[in-house]
């Protein structure tokens, strides 16, 4: 019956790390402009991958994140 036990708390763990992977592919995206429905499908699809892919994918021009960017740059 420890078996059982055992895996049932691996399978929570991968469960709540899939699940944080896709909530923060779903931010990522919504930051930079494509909406957060997308990065919430790429979450779920392709888990952790899914937040190194958004890392690369570039920021719309009128983004949230484009526009921080252009902040900092601006030193403001």
């Known amino acids: 019956m420890t078996v059982v036990g055992v895996i ?9 790390g899939w699940l944080a992977s896709a909530i923060v592919a779903s931010y990522l995206s919504g930051k930079k402009g494509y909406g957060e429905r997308v990065g919430l499908a ?5 888990s952790a ?4 892919i958004w890392l690369a994918v570039p920021a719309r021009p009128s983004s949230d994140w484009q ?3 252009e902040r900092r ?4």
Not at 8 to 16: D, E, I, P, Q, R
Not at 49 to 52: E, S
Request: hydrophobic share 50%.
């Open 49 to 52: 991958v899914a937040i190194v």
């Open 73 to 76: 740059r601006d030193g403001g």
């Open 8 to 16: 049932g708390v691996s399978a929570l763990y991968l469960l709540y």
């Open 42 to 46: 790429t979450g779920l699809l392709l």
């Open 67 to 69: 526009r921080r960017k």
